[in-house]
C-alpha cells in the first residue's frame, strides 16, 4: 500500500506560483511513476505532469509545458509540482497518483494507469 497526501494549494492571482506537494509513504520503494492530474468543475480529470522510471524521465500536457515542473526527492518520498504563470483556467482539484507497475509511455497519461490517489488539493487562480 502507499499513501498519498497533497498540500500547498490555494488561492493565487493570475501570473502567480504555487508548488504543491505530495508526501508519499509505504510502499515507497515499489513507486514506479508519479503524477499529477487535476479536475475542474464539471470537467473530466485530466493529466498535468509525470515522472516515469529510475531515470526519472518528465512528461507534460500541452498547455502547462513551460509553466509547470514535476520534481521528486526520493529521500523524502516527496513528489512536487511547481507551477507558475499560473491562469485561471488551471482552477482545478490537483491530485496525485502513484504506479506501482511499469506504465508504457503512450498510456502514461491515463488514469487508470495509476494505483493509488491522494485526496487532492484546491487551486484557485483568479483574473
Known amino acids: 500500500q502507499v499513501r498519498l497526501v497533497e498540500s500547498g494549494g490555494g488561492l493565487v492571482q493570475a501570473g502567480g506560483s504555487l508548488r504543491l506537494f505530495c508526501a508519499a509513504s509505504?510502499?515507497?520503494?515499489?513507486?514506479?511513476?508519479m503524477g499529477w492530474f487535476r479536475q475542474a468543475p464539471g470537467k473530466e480529470r485530466e493529466f498535468v505532469a509525470a515522472?516515469?522510471?529510475?531515470?526519472?524521465?518528465?512528461y507534460y500536457e500541452d498547455s502547462v509545458k513551460g509553466r509547470f515542473t514535476i520534481s521528486r526527492d526520493s529521500a523524502k518520498n516527496t513528489v512536487y509540482l511547481q507551477m507558475n504563470s499560473l491562469k485561471p483556467e488551471d482552477t482545478a482539484v490537483y491530485y496525485c497518483?502513484?504506479?506501482?507497475?511499469?506504465?508504457?509511455?503512450?498510456?502514461?497519461?491515463?488514469?487508470?494507469?495509476?494505483?493509488?490517489w491522494g485526496q487532492g488539493t484546491q487551486v484557485t487562480v483568479s483574473s
Open positions: 509505504g510502499r515507497t520503494f515499489s513507486t514506479y511513476a
Open positions: 515522472s516515469r522510471g529510475s531515470i526519472e524521465s518528465r
Open positions: 497518483a502513484a504506479a506501482t507497475r511499469y506504465i508504457d509511455v503512450r498510456v502514461l497519461t491515463h488514469g487508470n494507469s495509476y494505483d493509488y
